[in-house]
């Protein structure tokens, strides 16, 4: 199995500024990110169902949204042997434009269960609970997705309907550990947009953010759809100033990726400009893919809620 070394952004004086320098966020942030290596492709010990490992199946939950002022469903994997007498850190896991609850879960070819199970059972990553919500968030049950600024809008608001109504269900009803230290978020391709979005405007809430193969309009830019206006300004991209920043941020994507084009690479770029430390790599040969999918989860999981 290749593994690279990460390739971890902006000095330890810039990442100290944003949540003070001596704090336990600044500690924390140093162990993960400076001593972190990734694997280019999930190893198969990782992703294989295998005989020795008992998997959790996934459930379907709805609950009511104030933020749209309807139901709204979401699925979640509770740990295999999952107790309710046992606390659990939890990580919201967001699709890609077009898609839903199902989107992640019922692919084969994503192995978010397999994963998350196995190296479980290897003591390589915490046992956790997996939600994965339906990230259209509109009020309006005739507005589809689509490529223009207001069919793009729901997405936007997904912020509002997770931290206002999905998260507070999901702490109320499952055995869940709360605080940022045991809250993470990460997304594909519209959902790692969303993701990058949430986390730098909430990381208060969020200390584990991961964005696979991000989409375009974070900043403003255009792509082959449409002309995106941008949720921040390129300076925007930034933790300075703020009480909190990530424990891990993560951007990955593949080098023949068709889809999103080199716009994760971009806000790697920005990132870069403006001190903002994080983790940056590339899935050589992946296009908008499993492959790209597996190795960002992989590597995410195996590096949140350290003891």
């Known amino acids: 199995m290749k593994k690279i070394l990460a390739f971890i952004l902006a000095s330890l004086m810039l990442a100290g500024c944003a949540s003070g320098a001596d704090s336990p966020e600044s500690k924390k942030e140093i162990n993960i990110?400076?001593?972190m290596t990734v694997d280019e492709f999930c190893p198969s010990e990782a992703s294989d169902t295998r005989s020795d490992v008992t998997?959790?199946?996934?459930?379907?939950?709805t609950y009511h949204s104030e933020t749209t002022g309807s139901d709204r469903g979401f699925n979640i994997?509770?740990?295999?042997?999952?107790?309710?007498?046992?606390?659990?850190?939890?990580?919201?896991?967001?699709?890609?434009i077009f898609g839903d609850e199902y989107s992640l879960t019922n692919d084969p070819n994503y192995k978010f269960k397999?994963?998350?199970?196995?190296?479980?059972?290897?003591?390589?990553?915490?046992?956790?609970?997996?939600?994965?919500?339906s990230m259209y968030a509109t009020s309006d049950p005739n507005l589809q997705p689509g490529f223009t600024n207001e069919q793009v809008a729901p997405y936007d608001n997904f912020i509002n309907d997770l931290v206002n109504d999905l998260m507070p269900y999901?702490?109320?009803?499952?055995?869940?550990?709360?605080?940022?230290?045991?809250?993470?978020?990460?997304?594909f391709s519209m959902g790692g947009r969303e993701t990058l979005y949430i986390g730098l405007q909430r990381p208060d809430l969020f200390g584990y953010v991961g964005a696979f193969a991000p989409a375009p309009g974070l900043t403003p830019g255009q792509d082959w759809a449409m002309q995106h206006p941008g949720q921040l300004t390129e300076d925007e991209l930034t933790f300075e100033g703020k009480d909190y920043s990530p424990y891990l941020l993560l951007v990955c994507c593949g080098t023949d990726d068709h889809t999103v084009g080199q716009f994760p690479k971009?806000?790697?770029?920005?990132?870069?400009r403006n001190g903002v430390k994080h983790i940056w790599y590339e899935v050589t040969g992946a296009d908008h893919d499993a492959t790209m999918i597996n190795s960002g989860f992989n590597n995410f999981i195996s590096n949140i809620f350290p003891d």
């Open 33 to 35: 990110m400076d001593n």
């Open 77 to 96: 994997l509770l740990p295999a042997g999952y107790k309710k007498s046992k606390k659990y850190p939890v990580v919201y896991v967001l699709h890609g």
């Open 266 to 272: 971009s806000y790697h770029e920005i990132f870069d």
């Open 114 to 133: 397999e994963i998350s199970t196995n190296l479980a059972a290897d003591g390589k990553a915490k046992e956790m609970i997996l939600v994965f919500p």
């Open 170 to 187: 999901v702490e109320k009803n499952y055995s869940v550990l709360t605080g940022r230290d045991n809250t993470a978020i990460a997304g």
């Open 55 to 61: 998997y959790p199946s996934f459930e379907h939950v």
